[in-house]
């Protein structure tokens, strides 16, 4: 069974920063790539950020700077370190699995910043 679950979602001030994880199981999580997505109400989901199996990102012009994507393959996890967060960083934020055969998407996590 395909597992996909993010965590690390909150609620920040302008300026500070969070770090969500992603954690897949069901996988052979080292053959696939992995993304961050982000939707906020009423508007498409968009990428953030991806890494490939060999470690190479890219970025959403966005995120470019003030955000790290990064994956430990000894813990099945792909985190995002967001920092200098933004007002039009909320989103609801989802992390993708690229397995081969198939995507697989988590539930989601919520971030929300104020200002």
Sequence with gaps: QVQVVESGGGLVQAGGSLRLSCAASGIIFSNCAMGWYRQAPGKERELVATISTTGSTTYAVSA????????????????????????????????????????????????????
């Design 64 to 115: 470019k700077g003030r955000f790290t994507i990064s994956r430990d393959n000894a813990q099945n996890t792909v985190d995002l370190q967001m920092d200098s967060l933004k007002r039009e960083d909320t989103a609801a934020y989802y992390c993708r699995v690229w397995a081969g055969r198939g995507d697989y998407w988590g539930q989601g996590t919520q971030v929300t910043v104020s200002s």
